[in-house]
């Protein structure tokens, strides 16, 4: 599957000038975690998502720093953080340079990036332009989409002892003299694995 296979096509986005209480209330309403920000022409500029409402001033989060940290770090993170924490607007508060992905991005690739990056969307673009955008929530679907498709593995003895003989042939720590025997749907597994 590719992302183009799961994402949200009708897809949810603010502008630079949105204010922060727009965007929150956008967000409680359809029940979503974070809107793409994109310019007048519609090219995404950053995502806006919970966590950015996380260090606000109004509620008294703001992030506090020892003195020692705020000298090695230097005065422009602690203005960031003053701006972030005070910002009005989705421009000032988003987190630009967002991770994207194309239509066809493997939905290995997908999960991979997300991991990597503990990102919970990807945007997807076509030649710049916001065109969907893969969630968790998505990925959750598409594993309940081909649920259905999975074989009965309870079908018969033979069936399943062969489908956890080549399924644990390709693991790397597949144990050693595995042995499968399966009776009337019981599975007994008999092998060596050096480690716990």
């Known amino acids: 599957m590719r992302a183009h296979q799961i994402m949200a096509r009708r897809v949810i ?3 630079t000038e949105t204010s922060i209480l727009d965007a929150a209330r956008l967000m409680m309403d359809d029940h979503i975690s974070g809107l793409p920000v994109v310019d ?4 995404l500029v950053g ?3 919970e966590s950015d409402f996380l260090r606000r001033s109004e509620i008294g989060t703001q992030r506090r720093r020892a003195s020692w940290l705020r000298f090695l770090l230097g005065s422009g993170d602690a203005a960031d953080d003053f701006v972030h ?3 009005r607007k989705v421009g000032e508060i988003m987190s630009d340079d967002p991770v994207t992905v194309a239509e066809e ?3 290995p690739d997908l999960v991979e990036l997300m991991e ?3 990102i919970k969307r990807l945007p997807v673009l076509r030649d710049g332009q916001l065109v ?3 969630t968790r929530s998505d990925l959750l679907r598409a594993v309940a989409s081909i649920a259905h498709e999975i074989p ?3 079908a018969d003895d033979k069936h399943i002892h062969e489908r956890i003989v080549r399924a644990l042939d390709s693991e790397s720590w597949c144990p050693l003299g595995l042995q499968v025997s399966v009776r009337k749907g019981v599975v007994h597994l008999r092998g060596v694995i050096m480690d716990e």
């Open 13 to 15: 986005s603010v502008g």
């Open 85 to 87: 924490e005070r910002g």
């Open 116 to 118: 990597k990056k503990r």
């Open 105 to 107: 991005t493997p939905l």
């Open 47 to 49: 995502i806006v998502s």
């Open 40 to 43: 007048a022409a519609g090219r």
């Open 132 to 134: 969907g955008i893969v």
């Open 152 to 154: 009965d593995p309870t």
